[in-house]
């Protein structure tokens, strides 16, 4: 039995500049949705689509580190994913590198 070995790429999907600090971001990374935040000078991504209903992340309301959805209300840390109320909850983060003004998330 052949065993496939998934490669995740690097994808272009923003410039810093597209980014002001304390703020999200919907953006599209191949077949993904993916929500940028920009906190305390560094960019995080987690998966955009809340766990919940499907709500937009990336259009959440940014207060610190915690993104509220803005169709229920679930709130999430999106330095760690961690859902505010549920330990049992956790958004997927995914990897993100900083080259120049290009931002890039791994997929």
Do not use: N
């Not at 971001?25 to 689509?49: C, F, N, P, S, W």
């Not at 840390?77 to 909850?89: E, F, K």
């Amino acid at each position: 039995m052949e065993e496939i070995v998934s490669m995740a790429q690097w994808v272009r999907v923003a410039s810093l500049a597209e980014i002001p600090p304390g703020s999200a971001k919907e953006v599209q990374a191949a077949d993904r949705i993916v929500a940028l935040y920009k906190v305390e000078g560094t960019v995080h991504a987690m998966d955009g689509i809340c766990p919940h209903q499907g709500g937009p992340l990336g259009q959440g309301l940014l207060d610190g580190r915690v993104v509220t959805c803005p169709w229920h209300g679930w709130q999430f840390d999106v330095t760690t994913g961690q859902h505010r109320v549920s330990c049992q909850i956790q958004q997927e983060r995914i990897p993100v590198r900083v080259d120049g003004d290009d931002v890039f998330v791994s997929i």
